[in-house]
């Protein structure tokens, strides 16, 4: 018998009613963990018990061996009696909704014996005030028991608003840092060579601009801000003399002086006048005064005429128009 082509079967059928199942269900990896799989979603399943138990069952006729222990350890599970539970899909099902029922009932939540059992107080900051153990202060704040524990050991100011004051006073690091004595609270008064002008401290140049405000150049430079306005002013002409020099070394690159242009020469013809112009489409662009990239709808065909010029090539041809001596187009 082809089990692996029934597992096969079996899986997609599964995976297309899992999201049809309700109540309890358990996860299977497609391929176990033991054979090389991971915990990625597309390597998981939802499925009931019993067809939990169905996996394991095809897995080990295939694979035999760590299956083999896999499928041993899922048929020994206790039923709460002395006899270990039949092995067969029914049995295991029913045994393992009651162990997880059971468990839900006596084991969870404040049940659990590794919960803990102690008091806290949450503050908030518009002057709430709640008290109890961890899930006490989840079920009145809406915090998750992951957030609570950030409040309650310090590794988190506020969430929300709440803060723990036995840790902190809800206030973030950035605030604390602003207020503590040890800022530097120095006014600068900086310009920028753009002509902007700016006053403040350290941490407020970070607020302002993201950036932290060192001075590490003779000038006194820090992303463009200089501590007097003759300062950015010279560095404004020294940009300016920059630009200009590159500009004479480079020379002129308009038109078609510039390297990416396009020097192919194309056959243009006005549709009023019948007037023809054989040149490149920046000529044309200069002729018409407008910007070659203008033209491009005309190379894309998205448009057949820019100012009753277009491309005699591709709107011209014998199979659809004749050019009559009337000054005029007429289409077939």
């Not at 067809?51 to 039923?79: E, P, R, T, W």
């Not at 020099?245 to 690159?253: A, L, T, Y």
Request: proline letters at 2%; charged letters at 30%; one cysteine or more.
């Amino acid at each position: 018998m082809n089990y692996s082509k029934i597992y096969n079967e079996f899986i997609l059928s599964r995976k297309a009613k899992e999201n049809q199942l309700i109540g309890y269900t358990e996860k299977h990896h497609i391929l176990p963990k033991a054979l090389g799989g991971t915990d990625n979603k597309l390597n998981l399943v939802k499925l009931t018990a019993s067809d939990h138990y169905f996996a394991h069952l095809l897995l080990a006729k295939i694979h035999g061996g760590k299956m083999v222990f896999a499928l041993q350890a899922m048929s020994n599970l206790s039923n709460g009696t002395e006899r270990p539970c039949f092995k067969k899909r029914l049995q295991y099902s029913h045994i393992r909704k009651m162990s997880a029922k059971n468990y839900s009932s006596n084991f969870s939540g404040k049940n659990s014996p590794v919960s803990d059992k102690e008091i806290y107080e949450l503050h908030n900051h518009d002057g709430r005030v709640v008290s109890g153990d961890r899930i006490d202060i989840s079920e009145k704040t809406g915090l998750t028991l992951r957030a609570i524990s950030s409040l309650l050991l310090g590794q988190k100011h506020n969430y929300n608003g709440w803060f723990y004051p036995v840790k902190n006073n809800g206030k973030s690091g950035k605030e604390l840092y602003k207020n503590s004595n040890l800022t530097d609270q120095t006014i600068y008064n900086l310009y920028h060579f753009d002509g902007r002008v700016w006053t403040g401290r350290k941490v407020d140049f970070l607020d302002s601009f993201g950036k932290k405000l060192y001075f590490q150049t003779i000038d006194g430079n820090c992303k463009g801000w200089y501590k007097s306005q003759e300062d950015a002013k010279n560095h404004f002409l020294r940009l300016q003399k920059k630009c200009k020099r590159n500009s004479q070394k480079r020379g002129d690159i308009t038109g078609l002086n510039n390297p990416r242009a396009d020097k192919k020469i194309y056959h243009f013809i006005n549709f009023e006048t019948l007037e023809e112009k054989k040149i490149t489409r920046v000529e044309l662009a200069d002729f018409l005064e407008i910007k070659s990239s203008e033209l491009s709808c005309l190379f894309s065909l998205r448009q057949k005429s820019i100012r009753s010029w277009g491309l005699y090539d591709t709107w011209l041809n014998k199979d659809n128009i004749k050019i009559i001596r009337k000054d005029r187009i007429k289409y077939e």
